[in-house]
């Protein structure tokens, strides 16, 4: 089969597309046929080395953290999946990733498509799905009628952490720039501060129960979007590198999101794009063999999803 896999970490030059002997599913795993992965920038964080502690990976490695495609052979003691089905999943991170035209999969991982999106475009949910509805909730405990401040909304993590929240009853304020602002907008935020124009912290006239920081800030502006949570609620930041601030004199609780797979929240996701409640937007769509193009790219804006051959 056709892969792209780096022997070395490195810039995007490490990255090949070639030749790789089909895998063959072990107990417990499941054979996908890709229909598409996507870009995360974590991709890019771990072909540069920069995760290895947190993400130990055996090289040659093949990226890809999403999947969505079609079961095509399944190992002993799988029962949850059958071949033909349509799954998607989120693969673990420190194992052969999904840039590639069929890819093993733990069948805990995967869950049934949605009916309502074309199957490669399916592939720009899971990850950032779940990160955002684990921010939101898991983490962020986010209710009816609370306010959100959502900073980075612009991002494919926003755009779907801003339909989430609205479809929860939250009043949801979010910073995007000029380029994205119609995208918040569409995405149902009931205000957007244009985070290129001024503070932040200045433009948003209302304490809120809950920050959600998606944008590689400085610590200094991390620390003062910290000071808009009213007493009791939290900041959770997914910029991992730099932790994210709390207040324990006013109750504020700082939480650094590391996001997780679960196939039972990506199936509730799933059911909320079938029912018209949640969108899957794809900004663009690639070659598998151009993925070493969207690596070396300056910035990615949008989801980007990334298809192999057709069988």
Do not use: C
């Not at 720009?124 to 962020?140: C, E, N, S, Y």
């Not at 244009?194 to 503070?199: E, I, L, M, Y």
């Not at 200094?220 to 601030?245: I, Q, S, Y």
């Amino acid at each position: 089969m056709k892969a792209v896999r780096f022997h070395e970490y490195g810039t995007p030059e490490v990255l090949r597309y070639e030749d790789v002997a089909l895998p063959v599913p072990a107990a417990g795993q499941v054979r996908v046929r890709v229909a598409a992965t996507s870009f995360n920038s974590v991709d890019g964080n771990i072909r540069g080395g920069f995760m290895q502690g947190p993400i130990p990976v055996a090289l040659p490695h093949t990226p890809g953290l999403d999947v969505a495609g079609t079961v095509d052979a399944l190992g002993e003691g799988v029962g949850n999946v059958a071949v033909g089905d349509e799954v998607i999943g989120f693969l673990p991170m420190d194992k052969p990733g999904a840039a590639a035209e069929y890819v093993l999969a733990p069948a805990e991982v995967l869950t049934p498509a949605p009916k309502s999106v074309p199957l490669a475009d399916a592939a720009a949910l899971p990850l950032v799905g779940l990160t955002a509805r684990q921010a939101l909730f898991d983490h962020g405990k986010l209710t009816t009628g609370q306010r959100v401040l959502i900073n980075g909304a612009g991002g494919a993590v926003g755009n779907y952490a801003v339909q989430l929240a609205k479809g929860a009853g939250a009043h949801v304020v979010a910073t995007a720039s000029p380029r994205s602002r119609a995208a918040v907008e569409a995405a149902g935020a009931d205000e957007v501060v244009d985070h290129t124009a001024g503070s932040v912290t200045a433009a948003v006239s209302e304490p809120v129960d809950l920050v959600l920081n998606l944008a590689p800030v400085d610590p200094a502006e991390l620390a003062a979007l910290l000071t808009l949570v009213r007493p009791g609620g939290a900041l959770v930041n997914t910029t991992v590198w730099m932790p994210a601030p709390g207040d324990d004199e006013r109750g504020v609780r700082g939480i650094d999101l590391f996001v997780r797979s679960d196939a039972g929240q990506l199936a509730q996701l799933v059911a909320l794009v079938d029912a018209g409640e949640l969108r899957v937007e794809v900004a663009e769509r690639v070659a598998l063999a151009d993925l070493p193009a969207l690596h070396a790219r300056p910035a990615v804006h949008g989801k980007v999803v990334v298809v192999p051959p057709a069988a």
